[in-house]
Protein backbone atom coordinates (compact mmCIF):
# COMPACT_ATOMS: atom_id res chain seq x y z
CA UNK A 1 0.00 0.00 0.00
CA UNK A 2 1.30 3.56 -0.93
CA UNK A 3 1.70 6.26 1.99
CA UNK A 4 -1.44 7.77 -0.12
CA UNK A 5 -3.46 4.68 -0.10
CA UNK A 6 -2.68 3.69 3.81
CA UNK A 7 -3.59 7.68 4.65
CA UNK A 8 -7.03 7.98 2.28
CA UNK A 9 -7.76 3.79 4.02
CA UNK A 10 -7.64 5.28 8.23
CA UNK A 11 -9.99 8.21 6.52
CA UNK A 12 -12.09 5.94 5.28
CA UNK A 13 -12.41 3.66 8.05
CA UNK A 14 -12.73 6.67 10.54
CA UNK A 15 -15.10 8.65 8.24
CA UNK A 16 -17.21 6.35 6.25
CA UNK A 17 -20.19 8.46 7.66
CA UNK A 18 -18.86 11.89 5.61
CA UNK A 19 -19.05 10.81 1.80
CA UNK A 20 -18.77 14.38 0.91
CA UNK A 21 -15.44 14.70 2.43
CA UNK A 22 -13.65 11.27 1.54
CA UNK A 23 -14.80 12.44 -2.23
CA UNK A 24 -12.62 15.36 -1.62
CA UNK A 25 -9.89 14.20 0.28
CA UNK A 26 -9.48 11.19 -2.36
CA UNK A 27 -9.40 13.54 -5.06
CA UNK A 28 -7.13 15.81 -3.23
CA UNK A 29 -4.72 12.94 -2.46
CA UNK A 30 -4.98 10.78 -6.03
CA UNK A 31 -3.99 13.64 -7.60
CA UNK A 32 -1.10 14.85 -5.43
CA UNK A 33 0.88 11.39 -5.66
CA UNK A 34 3.67 13.31 -8.41
CA UNK A 35 4.53 15.87 -5.92
CA UNK A 36 4.12 13.06 -2.59
CA UNK A 37 6.25 10.33 -4.69
CA UNK A 38 9.37 13.31 -4.66
CA UNK A 39 9.27 14.35 -1.17
CA UNK A 40 8.04 11.08 0.84
CA UNK A 41 10.44 10.65 3.30
CA UNK A 42 10.05 13.81 4.68
CA UNK A 43 5.71 13.87 4.18
CA UNK A 44 5.81 10.51 6.00
CA UNK A 45 8.60 11.13 8.75
CA UNK A 46 6.03 14.50 9.35
CA UNK A 47 2.72 12.74 8.88
CA UNK A 48 2.05 15.39 6.28
CA UNK A 49 -1.03 13.93 5.20
CA UNK A 50 -2.35 12.75 8.26
CA UNK A 51 -2.17 16.52 9.39
CA UNK A 52 -3.56 18.30 6.19
CA UNK A 53 -6.61 15.73 5.94
CA UNK A 54 -8.02 16.61 9.60
CA UNK A 55 -8.91 19.80 10.45
CA UNK A 56 -7.55 22.26 13.35
CA UNK A 57 -10.54 22.36 14.88
CA UNK A 58 -14.88 21.41 14.08
CA UNK A 59 -17.29 24.10 16.51
CA UNK A 60 -20.43 22.87 16.23
CA UNK A 61 -23.70 24.43 18.36
CA UNK A 62 -27.06 25.20 18.67
CA UNK A 63 -28.74 27.89 17.27
CA UNK A 64 -32.55 28.41 18.83
CA UNK A 65 -34.52 31.86 17.38
CA UNK A 66 -38.10 32.11 17.41
CA UNK A 67 -39.99 32.66 14.26
CA UNK A 68 -42.93 35.01 13.19
CA UNK A 69 -45.54 32.83 14.81
CA UNK A 70 -43.81 32.99 18.04
CA UNK A 71 -42.75 29.62 17.77
CA UNK A 72 -39.04 28.52 19.22
CA UNK A 73 -37.10 26.83 16.92
CA UNK A 74 -33.88 25.41 16.70
CA UNK A 75 -30.89 24.52 14.41
CA UNK A 76 -27.22 23.44 14.54
CA UNK A 77 -24.18 25.84 13.51
CA UNK A 78 -20.92 25.16 12.30
CA UNK A 79 -17.90 26.82 12.19
CA UNK A 80 -14.41 24.21 10.68
CA UNK A 81 -11.43 26.08 10.84
CA UNK A 82 -9.64 23.51 8.81
CA UNK A 83 -5.90 25.42 8.74
CA UNK A 84 -4.46 28.94 9.28
CA UNK A 85 -0.49 27.93 8.46
CA UNK A 86 -1.03 30.49 5.77
CA UNK A 87 -2.70 33.36 7.07
CA UNK A 88 -6.50 33.58 9.18
CA UNK A 89 -9.49 31.22 8.49
CA UNK A 90 -11.03 32.09 5.65
CA UNK A 91 -14.24 30.68 3.88
CA UNK A 92 -18.24 30.92 3.83
CA UNK A 93 -20.53 30.59 5.68
CA UNK A 94 -23.81 28.29 4.11
CA UNK A 95 -26.89 28.50 5.04
CA UNK A 96 -28.91 25.44 3.63
CA UNK A 97 -31.00 22.11 5.14
CA UNK A 98 -28.51 20.11 3.64
CA UNK A 99 -25.66 21.25 5.48
CA UNK A 100 -24.02 19.13 7.86
CA UNK A 101 -20.42 18.14 9.17
CA UNK A 102 -19.16 16.50 6.25
CA UNK A 103 -20.10 18.92 3.57
CA UNK A 104 -18.40 21.83 5.74
CA UNK A 105 -15.40 19.67 5.91
CA UNK A 106 -14.82 18.75 2.61
CA UNK A 107 -15.65 22.62 1.99
CA UNK A 108 -12.89 23.35 4.58
CA UNK A 109 -10.59 21.24 3.26
CA UNK A 110 -10.83 22.41 -0.29
CA UNK A 111 -10.65 26.00 0.84
CA UNK A 112 -7.06 25.18 2.46
CA UNK A 113 -5.38 24.72 -1.06
CA UNK A 114 -7.98 27.54 -3.23
CA UNK A 115 -6.66 30.14 -0.83
CA UNK A 116 -3.31 28.85 -0.84
CA UNK A 117 -3.70 29.40 -4.72
CA UNK A 118 -4.84 33.14 -4.61
CA UNK A 119 -1.55 33.98 -3.49
CA UNK A 120 -2.84 35.94 -0.49
CA UNK A 121 -2.15 35.52 3.24
CA UNK A 122 -5.30 33.30 4.09
CA UNK A 123 -5.52 30.07 5.86
CA UNK A 124 -9.01 27.75 4.76
CA UNK A 125 -12.21 27.19 6.79
CA UNK A 126 -15.72 26.56 6.40
CA UNK A 127 -19.11 26.88 8.61
CA UNK A 128 -22.92 27.77 8.20
CA UNK A 129 -25.84 25.90 9.14
CA UNK A 130 -29.31 23.63 7.97
CA UNK A 131 -30.98 26.63 8.67
CA UNK A 132 -33.68 27.36 5.26
CA UNK A 133 -33.35 30.78 4.71
CA UNK A 134 -36.50 30.07 1.66
CA UNK A 135 -39.10 31.62 2.59
CA UNK A 136 -38.30 33.73 5.53
CA UNK A 137 -39.27 37.01 6.36
CA UNK A 138 -36.39 39.64 7.07
CA UNK A 139 -36.79 39.42 10.38
CA UNK A 140 -36.42 35.74 11.31
CA UNK A 141 -33.65 35.85 9.26
CA UNK A 142 -32.55 38.76 11.46
CA UNK A 143 -33.32 36.56 14.57
CA UNK A 144 -31.60 33.55 12.90
CA UNK A 145 -28.48 35.56 12.28
CA UNK A 146 -28.29 36.82 15.57
CA UNK A 147 -28.44 33.89 17.54
CA UNK A 148 -25.73 32.34 15.24
CA UNK A 149 -23.25 35.18 15.72
CA UNK A 150 -23.78 34.90 19.55
CA UNK A 151 -22.11 31.95 19.99
CA UNK A 152 -20.19 32.16 16.99
CA UNK A 153 -18.44 35.20 18.17
CA UNK A 154 -16.29 33.48 20.79
CA UNK A 155 -14.09 31.85 18.01
CA UNK A 156 -13.43 34.53 15.21
CA UNK A 157 -11.70 38.08 14.79
CA UNK A 158 -10.17 39.77 12.05
CA UNK A 159 -6.51 38.27 12.76
CA UNK A 160 -8.02 34.82 13.64
CA UNK A 161 -10.71 33.68 11.29
CA UNK A 162 -12.66 35.90 8.96
CA UNK A 163 -16.34 33.96 7.66
CA UNK A 164 -18.08 35.72 4.48
CA UNK A 165 -20.76 34.43 2.52
CA UNK A 166 -21.50 31.28 0.20
CA UNK A 167 -25.05 29.55 -0.57
CA UNK A 168 -27.88 31.34 1.27
CA UNK A 169 -25.42 33.80 2.80
CA UNK A 170 -25.57 37.36 0.90
CA UNK A 171 -25.23 40.85 2.11
CA UNK A 172 -28.70 40.97 4.21
CA UNK A 173 -27.17 37.93 6.27
CA UNK A 174 -23.79 39.34 6.17
CA UNK A 175 -25.61 42.69 7.64
CA UNK A 176 -27.09 41.05 10.23
CA UNK A 177 -24.25 39.15 11.14
CA UNK A 178 -21.94 41.89 11.22
CA UNK A 179 -24.26 44.18 13.36
CA UNK A 180 -24.36 41.68 15.91
CA UNK A 181 -20.64 41.09 16.12
CA UNK A 182 -20.33 44.33 16.62
CA UNK A 183 -23.14 44.89 19.67
CA UNK A 184 -21.35 42.07 21.34
CA UNK A 185 -17.61 42.61 21.12
CA UNK A 186 -17.76 46.30 20.88
CA UNK A 187 -14.97 46.89 17.71
CA UNK A 188 -15.69 47.71 14.07
CA UNK A 189 -13.11 45.29 12.66
CA UNK A 190 -12.92 43.60 9.81
CA UNK A 191 -14.10 40.36 11.25
CA UNK A 192 -16.35 39.14 8.01
CA UNK A 193 -16.23 40.10 4.28
CA UNK A 194 -19.25 40.28 1.77
CA UNK A 195 -19.64 43.65 4.28
CA UNK A 196 -21.77 46.26 2.40
CA UNK A 197 -20.18 49.38 0.58
CA UNK A 198 -21.04 51.63 3.59
CA UNK A 199 -19.57 49.67 6.38
CA UNK A 200 -16.55 48.19 4.98
CA UNK A 201 -17.23 46.23 2.13
CA UNK A 202 -15.47 45.71 -0.97
CA UNK A 203 -16.64 46.93 -4.50
CA UNK A 204 -16.36 44.28 -6.90
CA UNK A 205 -17.09 41.58 -4.00
CA UNK A 206 -20.38 40.98 -5.33
CA UNK A 207 -19.34 40.09 -8.62
CA UNK A 208 -16.09 38.56 -7.97
CA UNK A 209 -16.50 35.06 -8.06
CA UNK A 210 -18.25 35.31 -11.45
CA UNK A 211 -16.03 37.59 -13.14
CA UNK A 212 -12.76 35.52 -11.90
CA UNK A 213 -14.28 32.85 -13.41
CA UNK A 214 -14.61 34.27 -16.98
CA UNK A 215 -11.01 35.78 -16.19
CA UNK A 216 -9.30 32.43 -15.97
CA UNK A 217 -11.76 31.09 -18.68
CA UNK A 218 -10.58 33.42 -21.02
CA UNK A 219 -6.69 32.55 -20.22
CA UNK A 220 -7.52 28.73 -20.49
CA UNK A 221 -8.67 29.34 -23.95
CA UNK A 222 -5.94 31.83 -25.04
CA UNK A 223 -3.31 29.16 -23.86
CA UNK A 224 -5.87 26.79 -26.58
CA UNK A 225 -5.85 29.09 -29.12
CA UNK A 226 -9.12 29.70 -29.16
CA UNK A 227 -11.08 32.61 -27.54
CA UNK A 228 -14.63 33.13 -25.40
CA UNK A 229 -15.80 35.58 -28.18
CA UNK A 230 -18.99 34.28 -30.08
CA UNK A 231 -18.92 30.84 -27.69
CA UNK A 232 -22.16 29.29 -26.23
CA UNK A 233 -22.12 28.88 -22.78
CA UNK A 234 -24.22 26.65 -20.24
CA UNK A 235 -24.33 27.63 -16.46
CA UNK A 236 -26.47 26.20 -14.49
CA UNK A 237 -27.12 28.45 -11.02
CA UNK A 238 -28.83 31.48 -10.77
CA UNK A 239 -27.84 32.87 -7.69
CA UNK A 240 -24.59 35.17 -6.98
CA UNK A 241 -21.92 33.11 -9.23
CA UNK A 242 -24.09 32.17 -12.12
CA UNK A 243 -25.41 35.73 -12.57
CA UNK A 244 -21.61 37.35 -12.54
CA UNK A 245 -20.40 34.55 -14.30
CA UNK A 246 -23.36 35.27 -16.90
CA UNK A 247 -22.82 38.59 -16.58
CA UNK A 248 -19.03 38.56 -17.57
CA UNK A 249 -19.55 36.09 -20.22
CA UNK A 250 -22.02 38.15 -22.23
CA UNK A 251 -19.67 41.37 -21.84
CA UNK A 252 -16.86 39.00 -23.49
CA UNK A 253 -18.53 38.43 -26.42
CA UNK A 254 -20.25 34.91 -25.42
CA UNK A 255 -24.05 33.42 -25.68
CA UNK A 256 -25.12 32.21 -22.31
CA UNK A 257 -28.24 30.01 -23.14
CA UNK A 258 -28.89 28.40 -19.77
CA UNK A 259 -29.76 29.40 -15.88
CA UNK A 260 -31.10 27.18 -13.24
CA UNK A 261 -32.43 26.95 -9.50
CA UNK A 262 -33.07 23.89 -7.37
CA UNK A 263 -36.66 23.41 -9.22
CA UNK A 264 -35.76 23.51 -12.66
CA UNK A 265 -34.02 25.31 -15.56
CA UNK A 266 -34.13 28.22 -18.52
CA UNK A 267 -33.15 27.88 -21.70
CA UNK A 268 -33.12 30.93 -23.54
CA UNK A 269 -32.34 30.51 -27.15
CA UNK A 270 -31.43 34.17 -27.77
CA UNK A 271 -28.99 34.52 -24.63
CA UNK A 272 -30.25 35.08 -21.07
CA UNK A 273 -31.57 38.76 -20.40
CA UNK A 274 -29.52 39.83 -17.95
CA UNK A 275 -31.41 42.88 -16.67
CA UNK A 276 -34.70 40.74 -16.00
CA UNK A 277 -32.28 38.09 -14.68
CA UNK A 278 -31.54 40.02 -11.94
CA UNK A 279 -34.57 41.24 -11.07
CA UNK A 280 -36.36 38.17 -10.73
CA UNK A 281 -33.20 36.48 -8.81
CA UNK A 282 -31.54 39.38 -6.83
CA UNK A 283 -34.64 42.45 -6.56
CA UNK A 284 -37.61 40.12 -5.94
CA UNK A 285 -35.99 36.90 -4.86
CA UNK A 286 -38.40 34.97 -7.39
CA UNK A 287 -38.32 31.86 -8.78
CA UNK A 288 -37.07 31.03 -12.75
CA UNK A 289 -40.34 30.55 -13.77
CA UNK A 290 -41.36 34.23 -13.20
CA UNK A 291 -37.95 34.50 -15.89
CA UNK A 292 -39.69 32.80 -18.48
CA UNK A 293 -43.30 34.37 -18.00
CA UNK A 294 -41.88 37.31 -18.81
CA UNK A 295 -39.17 36.13 -21.75
CA UNK A 296 -40.90 34.82 -25.40
CA UNK A 297 -37.89 33.51 -26.30
CA UNK A 298 -37.23 31.32 -22.50
CA UNK A 299 -38.38 28.13 -21.96
CA UNK A 300 -38.81 26.53 -18.62
CA UNK A 301 -37.97 23.31 -17.88
CA UNK A 302 -38.64 21.49 -14.13
CA UNK A 303 -35.87 19.34 -13.09
CA UNK A 304 -32.20 19.18 -14.40
CA UNK A 305 -30.80 19.37 -17.79
CA UNK A 306 -28.59 22.04 -18.37
CA UNK A 307 -25.67 19.98 -19.20
CA UNK A 308 -27.81 18.38 -22.22
CA UNK A 309 -27.63 21.39 -24.14
CA UNK A 310 -25.50 22.09 -26.96
CA UNK A 311 -22.98 23.71 -25.78
CA UNK A 312 -19.01 25.37 -26.34
CA UNK A 313 -18.66 25.61 -22.65
CA UNK A 314 -20.26 24.98 -19.35
CA UNK A 315 -20.30 26.63 -16.39
CA UNK A 316 -21.54 24.42 -13.42
CA UNK A 317 -22.19 27.53 -10.78
CA UNK A 318 -25.13 25.70 -8.53
CA UNK A 319 -23.82 23.01 -5.99
CA UNK A 320 -21.93 20.08 -5.32
CA UNK A 321 -22.41 17.04 -7.33
CA UNK A 322 -25.00 18.67 -10.15
CA UNK A 323 -22.59 17.25 -13.21
CA UNK A 324 -22.95 13.72 -13.61
CA UNK A 325 -21.46 10.93 -15.40
CA UNK A 326 -24.97 11.34 -17.99
CA UNK A 327 -24.47 15.05 -17.96
CA UNK A 328 -20.39 14.84 -18.96
CA UNK A 329 -21.48 12.06 -21.73
CA UNK A 330 -23.88 14.95 -22.65
CA UNK A 331 -21.40 17.12 -23.17
CA UNK A 332 -18.53 15.16 -24.65
CA UNK A 333 -21.05 13.92 -27.33
CA UNK A 334 -22.45 17.75 -27.69
CA UNK A 335 -18.95 18.79 -28.67
CA UNK A 336 -18.51 20.81 -25.55
CA UNK A 337 -14.64 21.84 -25.07
CA UNK A 338 -14.34 23.45 -21.31
CA UNK A 339 -16.11 22.98 -18.24
CA UNK A 340 -14.52 25.38 -15.34
CA UNK A 341 -16.42 24.88 -12.33
CA UNK A 342 -17.98 27.91 -10.43
CA UNK A 343 -19.67 26.06 -7.77
CA UNK A 344 -17.37 24.35 -5.31
CA UNK A 345 -17.55 20.48 -6.39
CA UNK A 346 -20.03 20.45 -8.92
CA UNK A 347 -18.51 17.60 -11.36
CA UNK A 348 -18.57 14.37 -9.53
CA UNK A 349 -15.00 12.34 -9.54
CA UNK A 350 -16.43 9.86 -12.33
CA UNK A 351 -17.82 12.54 -14.72
CA UNK A 352 -14.22 14.64 -14.07
CA UNK A 353 -12.79 11.35 -15.36
CA UNK A 354 -14.64 10.93 -18.36
CA UNK A 355 -14.29 14.87 -19.60
CA UNK A 356 -10.60 14.91 -18.40
CA UNK A 357 -10.26 10.93 -20.48
CA UNK A 358 -12.50 12.90 -23.70
CA UNK A 359 -10.13 15.51 -23.84
CA UNK A 360 -12.60 18.43 -22.42
CA UNK A 361 -10.36 21.02 -20.99
CA UNK A 362 -11.44 20.70 -17.19
CA UNK A 363 -10.77 23.38 -14.53
CA UNK A 364 -11.27 22.48 -10.62
CA UNK A 365 -13.31 24.87 -8.36
CA UNK A 366 -10.41 26.05 -6.10
CA UNK A 367 -8.60 27.49 -9.11
CA UNK A 368 -11.83 28.19 -11.55
CA UNK A 369 -14.10 30.07 -8.55
CA UNK A 370 -10.84 31.29 -6.29
CA UNK A 371 -11.97 35.19 -7.10
CA UNK A 372 -14.72 35.44 -4.67
CA UNK A 373 -12.22 34.61 -1.89
CA UNK A 374 -9.64 36.50 -3.36
CA UNK A 375 -11.54 39.51 -3.47
CA UNK A 376 -12.45 38.89 0.15
CA UNK A 377 -8.87 38.63 0.80
CA UNK A 378 -8.99 42.10 -1.01
CA UNK A 379 -11.40 43.63 1.44
CA UNK A 380 -9.56 42.33 4.30
CA UNK A 381 -6.37 44.16 2.97
CA UNK A 382 -8.75 47.60 2.92
CA UNK A 383 -9.82 46.91 5.87
CA UNK A 384 -6.51 46.95 7.36
CA UNK A 385 -5.62 50.05 5.55
CA UNK A 386 -8.84 51.83 6.39
CA UNK A 387 -8.32 52.51 2.54
CA UNK A 388 -11.14 51.77 -0.06
CA UNK A 389 -10.47 51.22 -3.46
CA UNK A 390 -12.00 51.65 -6.44
CA UNK A 391 -14.02 49.39 -8.74
CA UNK A 392 -11.70 49.47 -11.32
CA UNK A 393 -8.77 48.62 -8.94
CA UNK A 394 -10.15 45.84 -7.17
CA UNK A 395 -11.45 44.27 -10.51
CA UNK A 396 -7.80 44.76 -12.08
CA UNK A 397 -6.40 42.99 -9.16
CA UNK A 398 -8.79 40.53 -9.45
CA UNK A 399 -7.85 39.54 -12.86
CA UNK A 400 -3.94 39.59 -12.02
CA UNK A 401 -4.81 36.94 -9.51
CA UNK A 402 -6.99 35.04 -11.84
CA UNK A 403 -4.30 35.00 -14.92
CA UNK A 404 -1.36 34.45 -12.00
CA UNK A 405 -3.59 31.24 -10.64
CA UNK A 406 -3.75 30.11 -14.60
CA UNK A 407 -0.30 30.69 -14.84
CA UNK A 408 0.90 28.66 -12.09
CA UNK A 409 -1.28 25.86 -12.92
CA UNK A 410 0.40 25.98 -16.25
CA UNK A 411 3.76 26.06 -14.52
CA UNK A 412 3.14 23.22 -12.23
CA UNK A 413 1.48 21.06 -15.15
CA UNK A 414 4.74 21.45 -17.11
CA UNK A 415 7.23 20.76 -13.96
CA UNK A 416 4.96 17.22 -12.85
CA UNK A 417 4.58 16.70 -16.61
CA UNK A 418 0.96 16.78 -16.26
CA UNK A 419 0.21 18.31 -19.42
CA UNK A 420 -3.27 19.51 -19.64
CA UNK A 421 -4.38 18.13 -16.34
CA UNK A 422 -5.60 21.20 -14.23
CA UNK A 423 -7.35 18.80 -11.52
CA UNK A 424 -3.83 17.67 -10.86
CA UNK A 425 -1.99 20.89 -10.94
CA UNK A 426 -4.25 22.93 -8.84
CA UNK A 427 -4.05 20.64 -5.98
CA UNK A 428 -0.16 20.10 -6.51
CA UNK A 429 0.27 23.87 -6.80
CA UNK A 430 -2.44 24.61 -3.35
CA UNK A 431 -1.10 21.30 -1.20
CA UNK A 432 2.71 22.29 -2.29
CA UNK A 433 2.79 25.42 -0.46
CA UNK A 434 0.63 24.82 2.54
CA UNK A 435 2.91 21.56 2.68
CA UNK A 436 6.33 24.40 3.21
CA UNK A 437 4.30 26.62 5.79
CA UNK A 438 3.86 23.11 7.64
CA UNK A 439 7.11 22.04 7.80
CA UNK A 440 8.31 25.14 8.25
CA UNK A 441 6.31 25.66 11.24
CA UNK A 442 6.86 22.39 12.69
CA UNK A 443 4.64 20.27 14.66
CA UNK A 444 1.69 22.17 15.67
P1 LIG B 1 -26.49 31.29 -4.07
O1 LIG B 1 -27.20 30.87 -2.84
O2 LIG B 1 -26.44 32.73 -4.42
O3 LIG B 1 -27.07 30.50 -5.32
C1 LIG B 1 -27.05 29.12 -5.38
C2 LIG B 1 -27.79 28.70 -6.63
O4 LIG B 1 -27.66 27.29 -6.79
C3 LIG B 1 -29.28 28.99 -6.57
O5 LIG B 1 -29.75 29.24 -7.84
C4 LIG B 1 -29.84 27.68 -6.01
O6 LIG B 1 -31.19 27.45 -6.37
C5 LIG B 1 -28.96 26.67 -6.68
N1 LIG B 1 -28.87 25.46 -5.84
C6 LIG B 1 -28.49 25.39 -4.55
N2 LIG B 1 -28.57 24.13 -4.11
C7 LIG B 1 -29.00 23.41 -5.15
C8 LIG B 1 -29.29 22.04 -5.33
N3 LIG B 1 -29.14 21.17 -4.33
N4 LIG B 1 -29.71 21.64 -6.57
C9 LIG B 1 -29.83 22.53 -7.58
N5 LIG B 1 -29.59 23.83 -7.45
C10 LIG B 1 -29.19 24.27 -6.27
O7 LIG B 1 -25.01 30.68 -3.94
P2 LIG B 1 -23.69 31.12 -4.69
O8 LIG B 1 -24.00 31.50 -6.08
O9 LIG B 1 -22.96 32.06 -3.81
O10 LIG B 1 -22.86 29.74 -4.65
C11 LIG B 1 -23.00 28.75 -5.66
C12 LIG B 1 -21.81 27.79 -5.56
O11 LIG B 1 -20.59 28.52 -5.72
C13 LIG B 1 -21.67 27.05 -4.24
O12 LIG B 1 -21.10 25.78 -4.49
C14 LIG B 1 -20.66 27.90 -3.48
O13 LIG B 1 -19.98 27.16 -2.49
C15 LIG B 1 -19.73 28.28 -4.62
N6 LIG B 1 -18.92 29.45 -4.40
C16 LIG B 1 -19.49 30.67 -4.12
C17 LIG B 1 -18.69 31.77 -3.95
C18 LIG B 1 -19.27 33.12 -3.76
O14 LIG B 1 -18.49 34.09 -3.75
N7 LIG B 1 -20.57 33.29 -3.65
C19 LIG B 1 -17.22 31.67 -3.96
C20 LIG B 1 -16.73 30.37 -4.36
C21 LIG B 1 -17.57 29.31 -4.53
P3 LIG B 1 -32.34 27.62 -5.26
O15 LIG B 1 -32.58 29.10 -5.18
O16 LIG B 1 -33.49 26.86 -5.81
O17 LIG B 1 -31.80 27.06 -3.98
Given amino acids: MTYIEEVYANLKQKYWYEPEFLQAAKEVLDSIAPCVERNLEVYKNNKILE ?162 LLYITEELLKAHNTSIKGKVVAISGAGNVAIYACEKAEALGAKVISVSDSNGYIYDEDGIDLALLKEVKEVKRLRLTEYAKKRPTAKYYEGKGVFKLK ?88 KDIMVNIFKNLEATAKKYNLGSDYVAAANICGFEKVCEAMLSQGVC
Avoid at 89 to 94: Q, V
Avoid at 136 to 154: G, H, N, P, V
Avoid at 169 to 181: D, M, N, P, T
Avoid at 344 to 371: D, I, W
Fill in 51 to 212: RITTPDRIISFRVPWVNDKGEVEVNMGYRIQWSNVLGPYKGGLRLHPSVNQSILKFLGFEQTFKNSLTGLPMGGGKGGSDFDPKGKSDREIMAFCQSFMTELYKYIGPNKDVPAGDIGVGAREIGYLYGQYKKIVGNFEGVLTGKGLTYGGSLVRTEATGYG
Fill in 311 to 398: CDIALPCATQNELDIEDAKSLVANGCIAVLEGANMPTTLEATKYLQEHNVLFVPGKAANAGGVATSGLEMSQNSLRLSWSFAEVDAKL
